[in-house]
C-alpha cells in the first residue's frame, strides 16, 4: 500500500511540475501526443517562418525530446560507422555536442538504427539503438552509463529493426521487448527461449530494478512490436498499458505484475500482424490498434484480470477509422486516428467510438508519423517531409496548411512533428527545422 501511495503521489508530482513547454519523450508531456502550449503558427513552409535549420550527421527517425533549451535526437553517423546521441540548441540551432553510443548503421534498407526516440528528466537525456545500446548522459554529454540489451538478454528477434523508445517515467527507465519466440534471418538468441519482457531499470545506474516476462499466445511475427510503454492513472491507480503479440496488458510500474489483460485482436492467429501503434488513453478509455487496416478496439481502463468483449467499449468500422503504423493522438478530449496508408485524419469520440468527422489527406505517400496536438490544431507529417496543419475539436477538420520540408527523394520521414517551448521542431531526412511561433 504504501509503494502503490508513493507511485500515485509521484505521477501526480510529475504531471503537475513538468514545464508544460518540454517535451521529454516521444509522445510528450501527457503521453499521448498533446501539448496544452498556445499561439503557434499555421502557415510557414520550408522558406517562410523557419528560424534556423540544424544539419544531422545523417538520417533517422527518432522523435526529438526538448527541455528547455536542450533538444536530443539519435542519428545514424556514418563517419563514426555508429548511431550518435545528440544535443542541439533550441534558441540557434548550434550541435552542441554528439556522441557516439553504438556501433553499426542498419539491418535492413526500410530503417536505421536511430529508429528509437530518447528521453528525459530535465537532468539526464537516455539513448536507445536499434541493436541493444542504450546509455545515458548528462546534459553537458558526460556518459553517465552505457549497457547493451541484446549482450544482457540475448540477440533481439524481429524481422525488421527493433524501435521501441524507453520510457522513462517516476524515476523508473522502463523498455519493452516484444519479441518472436524462435529466431529468424539469423537473428535471436540460439542458447535458449526466446522470451519478450518489460525492463525496469534505475535511471542513475542503469542496472536492472526487475525483468518481467510478458507471454504471449500469438504467433510468428505478430509476437513483434514496436511500440512503446505508456503510463496512465486511472481511478487513482498507476499503470503501464503495452499493446503487442496480438494483446493489450496492464502493469504495475512497481513491479511488473500484469494487473489485466485483454485479447485478443488477431483471433485467428495471422503470422504477419506485427504490432507498431502503441496504445493510447483518454477520459477512461484505452485505444489498442490492429495492424493491417484492422479495426481499433477500445477497451475500458481500470480492469482486472483476463477482460472479455464486455469490456469492449467500441470496435471502428470502415477502412478509414484504422491506424497500422502512427499512433493516435489523444487531445482536448477526442482521440485523433491517422490512417496513414489510405491518407484519413478521424477525430472520434472516447466514449461512444462516434466519428465526429474524417477527412481525406491530399498527400502524395504515406504518412507514419504520429500525430500531433496542441494550440486546436493537428500536426502531419508525410515520408515525402509533406506537413498537413488541420483544425481540432468537433467543429474541426478544416486543412490549414500543407508544404513540404523533405527533398524529391525523401522516402522515410517518421519523426514526430515536435511543438515546445514555443518552437515547432520538424525532423527531415538529415535535417531539423525550427519554426518559431
Not at 509521484?10 to 510528450?28: C, I, S
Request: contains cysteine.
Amino acid at each position: 500500500m504504501k509503494i502503490a501511495s508513493l507511485l500515485i503521489a509521484a505521477f501526480v508530482l510529475q504531471t503537475a511540475t513538468l514545464e508544460a513547454g518540454n517535451w521529454p519523450n516521444w509522445r510528450g508531456p501527457f503521453f499521448n501526443g498533446s501539448s496544452e502550449e498556445n499561439g503557434y503558427p499555421a502557415v510557414f513552409s520550408k522558406t517562410d517562418g523557419v528560424a534556423w535549420v540544424a544539419k544531422l550527421p545523417g538520417e533517422g527517425a527518432s522523435t526529438p525530446a526538448v527541455w528547455d533549451d536542450a533538444v536530443f535526437l539519435t542519428s545514424v553517423d556514418e563517419s563514426e560507422e555508429g548511431i550518435v546521441g545528440i544535443r542541439i540548441s533550441a534558441a540557434t540551432g548550434e550541435i552542441v555536442w554528439s556522441k557516439k553510443f553504438g556501433d553499426g548503421l542498419r539491418h535492413d534498407e526500410r530503417s536505421t538504427f536511430s529508429g528509437s526516440s530518447p528521453v528525459t528528466d530535465g537532468n539526464s537525456v537516455y539513448f536507445f539503438s536499434g541493436a541493444g545500446d542504450l546509455a545515458a548522459y548528462d546534459f553537458d554529454g558526460n556518459q553517465l552509463w552505457y549497457r547493451n540489451i541484446e549482450k544482457d538478454y540475448g540477440e533481439f528477434a524481429f524481422q525488421w529493426t527493433f524501435s521501441s523508445s524507453p520510457q522513462l517515467h517516476d524515476g523508473i527507465l522502463y523498455l519493452q521487448v516484444l519479441q518472436r519466440d524462435t529466431p529468424v534471418n539469423g537473428r535471436g538468441n540460439t542458447d535458449g527461449p526466446i522470451k519478450s519482457f518489460l525492463l525496469a531499470m534505475d535511471p542513475s545506474t542503469g542496472k536492472t530494478i526487475w525483468q518481467h516476462i510478458r507471454p504471449s499466445d500469438a504467433v510468428q511475427e505478430s509476437l513483434e512490436a514496436f511500440s512503446t510503454p505508456i503510463p496512465i492513472l486511472h481511478r487513482g491507480r498507476p499503470e503501464l498499458v503495452i499493446s503487442g503479440g496480438d494483446c493489450l496488458t496492464g502493469h504495475d510500474p512497481a513491479t511488473g505484475e500484469e494487473l489485466w489483460r485483454w485479447g485478443t485482436y488477431n483471433p485467428e492467429k495471422i503470422g504477419h500482424w506485427r504490432l507498431v501503434p502503441s496504445p493510447i488513453y483518454g477520459q477512461g478509455t484505452l485505444l489498442v490498434c490492429a495492424p493491417k487496416g484492422d479495426p481499433i478496439y477500445a477497451i475500458k481502463a481500470g480492469g482486472e484480470g483476463q477482460l472479455g468483449n464486455l469490456d469492449e467499449m467500441w470496435v471502428s468500422e470502415g477502412k478509414e477509422v484504422t491506424a497500422d503504423v502512427p499512433t493516435p493522438l489523444f487531445y482536448d478530449g477526442y482521440f485523433y486516428v491517422l490512417n496513414g496508408r489510405n491518407k484519413f485524419l478521424s477525430c472520434i469520440h472516447p466514449g461512444s467510438g462516434k466519428v465526429v468527422w474524417s477527412k481525406a489527406i491530399d498527400g502524395k505517400v504515406k504518412l507514419e508519423a504520429s500525430p500531433t496536438g496542441v494550440d486546436g490544431k493537428i500536426y502531419l507529417l508525410s515520408h515525402l517531409g509533406e506537413v498537413f496543419v488541420y483544425s481540432a475539436g468537433p467543429d474541426g477538420g478544416e486543412l490549414l496548411n500543407s508544404t513540404t520540408f523533405g527533398e524529391s527523394q525523401s522516402v522515410n520521414i517518421r519523426a514526430s512533428i515536435v511543438p515546445a517551448n514555443g518552437t515547432l521542431f520538424i525532423r527531415t531526412d538529415d535535417e531539423l527545422y525550427a519554426i518559431k511561433k
